[in-house]
């Protein structure tokens, strides 16, 4: 029997590159995706639109995270081997400003999640998108498996019950559930609000005198930055180990917004200072720390590896923003 998934998120940056990665190992895929007024599928639209795919071996079913009729028929209609929990609201700044929403999406709909999985035949295995953001003020870096959570925004504290959650779901009822805590992962098909797309994008966008400024928040938060199509790698990886365990994904590096913003102009060939202005409005209310990950258990055990430098990711970005700009 061939190779069975389910994704939710699977619209998103990862959802879209785990969809590529799975069908090209044989999987059929099936996505669950929120009832919208627009279309925005840009990110699958190739597999969409390919006939010998869509209808074939990649499927899509309408469900919110707040309807758990709907995702548990979904569940036990599809009966997949395989079952990766991506969706939920991620921007950690606008956590600050819809906390409750923010925690009904992300904490209580992995719950929900959760207890269909748990009284479905045949025992899928449950991948959880986990977040740096739960280690928010560390107390150790690099952070691995074991560091304490101590987060900093509502979204860390929603990340922080759904990845226990799955902890306690996993050693009370003995399912295959594991957490991905991945640290930030950017690439061209990143969100234009999360800040490597947002500065990516202007670079282009001011070298071909379309906007003249970028305004950011704080330019010396630093964060351990990644390349998307290696952390869904390790979210498949993750699955096929053979007990379920909790895995780190991170560079193990750090760098900062201001590291973003010279990288990407000097690839534009400008000086960022001309261009740049601060406005409190992006700075948020609590800024976590020292966020940097230790992803050895990750390449012990799974042979997990970061395969891009911070610099060619972020160049690949900008020239792919300025390719889409002068279309
Ligand atoms: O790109 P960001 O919005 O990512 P953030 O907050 O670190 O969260 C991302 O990574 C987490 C870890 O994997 C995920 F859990 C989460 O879902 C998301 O994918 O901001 C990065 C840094 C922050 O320190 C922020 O304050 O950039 C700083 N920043 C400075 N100016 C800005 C801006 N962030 C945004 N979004 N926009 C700005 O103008």
Redesign the pocket.
């Known amino acids: 029997m061939a190779d069975l998934a389910l994704i939710t998120g699977i619209t998103g940056q990862d959802g879209s590159y785990l969809t590529e990665l799975l069908l090209g190992k044989g999987y059929t895929v099936h996505g669950i995706v929120r009832r919208t007024s627009t279309l925005s599928r840009s990110r699958l639209k190739h597999l969409f639109d390919n006939p010998a795919i869509y209808g074939r071996q990649l499927f899509l079913h309408y469900a919110d995270l707040d309807d758990a009729t709907t995702l548990r028929r979904i569940l036990a209609k599809v009966r997949p081997q395989e079952i990766y929990h991506l969706a939920g609201q ?4 606008l956590s600050f400003e819809i906390p409750e929403s923010t925690c009904e999406m992300t904490a209580t709909a992995t719950l929900r999640l959760l207890e269909i999985i748990r009284d479905l035949p045949g025992s899928p295995r449950c991948y959880h998108a986990s ?3 739960v280690f928010g003020n560390p107390a150790q870096v690099p952070q691995d498996e074991e560091t304490p959570f101590n987060p900093a925004s509502p ?1 860390g504290c929603a ?1 922080a019950f759904a990845t226990q959650m799955v902890r306690v779901y996993r050693q009370a009822f003995g399912l295959f559930a594991c957490n991905g805590i ?4 950017e690439s061209p098909r990143r969100g234009e ?4 797309r ?1 500065i990516c994008r202007a670079a282009a966008a001011i070298k071909l005198g379309l906007e003249k400024e970028l ?5 010396t ?1 630093q ?1 351990d930055w990644g390349d998307a199509r290696d952390y869904v790698r390790g979210m498949w990886l993750t699955l096929q180990h053979g007990t379920p365990e909790d895995f780190v994904f991170a560079t193990g590096q750090f760098h900062s ?1 201001q590291d973003i913003v010279s990288a990407a102009f000097a690839e534009v060939g400008l000086n960022p200072e001309s261009y740049i202005r601060q406005d409190c409005r ?3 209310p609590a ?2 720390h020292r ?1 940097v990950g230790n992803p050895a258990k990750a390449k012990r055990l799974l042979g997990w590896e970061a395969s891009t430098t911070f610099d060619a990711l972020i160049r690949e970005m900008t020239l792919a923003e300025l390719t889409a700009l002068a279309r």
């Not at 991620?90 to 700044?93: E, L, M, P, T, Y």
């Open positions: 991620s921007h950690v700044g977040s740096s953001e979204y990340k991945t640290y930030n992962h609000n999360f800040v490597s947002k305004v950011l928040g704080d330019l938060a964060r917004v992006f700075l948020r800024e976590p966020l």
